[in-house]
């Protein structure tokens, strides 16, 4: 009953936001249309700005009385591969507007990404508008990995510790282990076990608990007002899609490959026409992880971001708690998305390993 | 697609690639493997306490089975023996009592044979005196009486007819 109140409350909200909204618009066209279109244009530059990674670690940025625009925040190094190693600190770009210069090669940041350019910083363009300039190979400490190594130290210390404290309490977890232990028997008795098997499941739990806590931190760290878009960056869902990808098919057994080339138990016309399809299988299930994961944590700041910027549209009373009402209910639901995706992404890895390992013994089954 | 691809960072790709793996490499070593163990011991620790619990249980009540047997046997063997001691001290009892019977029985017929000869003995004992008071009396008598001659043959006559009638 109450759950319904406050969908209905929801609803009603929405509407009525859609609604002052149209209204605002309404008024645009009449007045100061032209600044209205600024705010936007910027609000969507600020969030597609945020979504990517970059080279600094700014907390905040905010236009100074002067004009002249202030990031609070630290510089983080630049480590390039393009014919020997180019290392500088990122502070060279001045936020991403110059061109740094290094052992006489010249870099710019576009679009988040570091491209080789001239002194000029000349970016040269193909017909789709893309930038052609010669990408070297970046493997800079940016903001995402400043993150990952953050996410990695308290990983450490919390399992770590945990782990001690089992060996110095008699088997007996202590402080912040006793939240972690259920989660991580859960993803053992519930995820594990059920998809891979209890004979099997052994070789794979120390994955699926890296990537499962591994996801869920920095999902979480992408909420915090630092607002670190990592696990919705793709090539990081890539990278831990890869290795479920990689570890499938390692330790795919005969059976594994069996169903894939030569579905077993169905006739031979079938058999032909399904083995390609079992291929594409093998590199659709990886692909939709990435995709998942990338789409969802990338989706969530979106819909968080665009409803703060809401207030900045509206600038009203109304609209402005509205959408700070809305920010915090997509907020909490996006808490629960965070724990989500990750039990999605652990979840599915076991599926496939366990298709990887399954063992048939009933052959007439199939 | 397009934007993906204009997206990917390859940089960003290996450095995650190198540094997810490390953090596996280092947690599944120092971290999930002990956990693991330390959960597995504790579990096989809390079934095998089950199980002997169970056992101890199981044992007791084998234990409580058997006690009261025993006691049952003994409560038995204890009615079977008392039953056995009315028995035996019952048949004592009428031993005793037959043999008394049979002593008393016996006494009092040595009694009465006793009394029988006693009174044999006194009746002859009182007939001797009897016959010697008689003969006595008859002495004094005939002393008196054989006087006279006359008499004295008559009684013997008398006498003699009285001995012979005896």
């Given at each position: ?58 907390v905040f940025s905010y236009t100074a009385e002067d004009g002249e625009k202030k990031h609070i925040g630290f510089s983080l190094p630049v480590i390039l591969v393009d014919n020997g190693l180019h290392v500088f600190s990122s502070s060279k770009f001045h936020h991403e507007t110059t061109v740094a210069e290094s052992n006489g090669n010249f870099y710019k940041i576009y679009h988040g990404q570091l491209v080789k350019t001239d002194s000029e910083g000349t970016i040269t363009y193909d017909a789709d508008h ?162 998942r994961l990338y789409a969802n944590m990338q989706a969530g700041h979106i819909v968080v971001m665009s409803l703060v910027g809401l207030i900045y549209v509206f600038q009203s009373w109304l609209g402005g708690s509205l959408s700070f009402f809305l920010v915090f209910a997509i907020s909490i639901i996006e808490i629960l998305v965070a724990l989500l995706q990750a039990y999605i992404f652990t979840m599915l890895s076991a599926l496939y390993f366990g298709f990887a390992v399954e063992e048939h013994d009933h052959?007439?089954?199939? | ?166």
């Amino acid at each position: 009953m109450q759950r319904k109140n406050l969908v209905n409350l929801l609803t009603s909200l929405l509407l009525l936001v859609t609604f002052s909204m149209n209204a605002s618009e309404g008024n645009k066209t009449e007045g100061e249309g032209h600044g209205e279109n600024n705010i936007k244009q910027e609000i969507k530059e600020f969030i597609s700005h945020h979504l990517k990674d970059s080279h600094d670690f700014s907390v905040f940025s905010y236009t100074a009385e002067d004009g002249e625009k202030k990031h609070i925040g630290f510089s983080l190094p630049v480590i390039l591969v393009d014919n020997g190693l180019h290392v500088f600190s990122s502070s060279k770009f001045h936020h991403e507007t110059t061109v740094a210069e290094s052992n006489g090669n010249f870099y710019k940041i576009y679009h988040g990404q570091l491209v080789k350019t001239d002194s000029e910083g000349t970016i040269t363009y193909d017909a789709d508008h893309h930038a052609t300039n010669t990408k070297p190979i970046d493997l800079s400490i940016t903001k995402s990995v400043v993150m990952i190594i953050l996410t990695g130290l308290l990983m450490l210390w919390l399992f770590v510790g945990l782990a001690r404290s089992y060996a110095k309490n008699g088997g007996v977890a202590t402080g912040a282990g006793r939240f972690f232990e259920p989660i991580i028997l859960y993803i053992r008795d519930d995820i594990a076990i059920p998809n891979i098997g209890e004979k099997q499941h052994g070789k794979y739990m120390s994955f699926l608990l890296t990537v499962f806590f591994f996801i869920w931190f920095l999902n979480m760290f992408g909420l915090t007002p630092l607002g670190v878009n990592v696990t919705g960056n793709i090539a990081i869902t890539f990278s831990l899609a890869i290795l479920t990808f990689l570890i499938t098919n390692v330790s795919g057994n005969k059976n594994y490959w069996k169903h894939i080339f030569w579905m077993p138990g169905v006739p031979v016309p079938m058999k032909i026409i399904l083995a390609p399809i079992e291929l594409l299988g093998v590199f659709i299930k990886p692909f939709s992880l990435l995709i998942r994961l990338y789409a969802n944590m990338q989706a969530g700041h979106i819909v968080v971001m665009s409803l703060v910027g809401l207030i900045y549209v509206f600038q009203s009373w109304l609209g402005g708690s509205l959408s700070f009402f809305l920010v915090f209910a997509i907020s909490i639901i996006e808490i629960l998305v965070a724990l989500l995706q990750a039990y999605i992404f652990t979840m599915l890895s076991a599926l496939y390993f366990g298709f990887a390992v399954e063992e048939h013994d009933h052959e007439e089954a199939h | 697609m397009d934007k993906l691809l204009a997206e990917f960072s390859f940089g960003l790709f290996i450095v995650q690639t190198v540094l997810f793996v490390g953090l596996f490499l280092l947690l599944k070593k120092f971290a999930w493997k002990p956990i693991l163990g330390a959960v597995n011991e504790r579990e096989e620790g809390i079934k095998t306490a089950l199980d002997s619990a169970k056992n101890a249980r199981q044992e007791m009540e084998s234990l409580n089975a058997d006690n009261e047997r025993i006691l049952k046997e003994a409560r038995a063997e204890r009615e079977s023996m008392m039953k056995d001691a009315r028995q035996i001290k019952d048949a004592m009892i009428n031993e005793a009592k037959e043999e008394a019977k049979a002593e008393g029985t016996k006494m009092i017929e040595q009694a009465q044979a006793s009394i029988q000869s006693e009174k044999q003995a006194a009746i002859a004992d009182l007939k001797k005196q009897v016959a010697e008071l008689s003969i006595g009396i008859a002495e004094k008598v005939v002393r008196k009486e054989l006087a006279n001659d006359k008499d004295q043959s008559k009684l013997i006559e008398q006498l003699l007819k009285e001995v012979t009638i005896s």
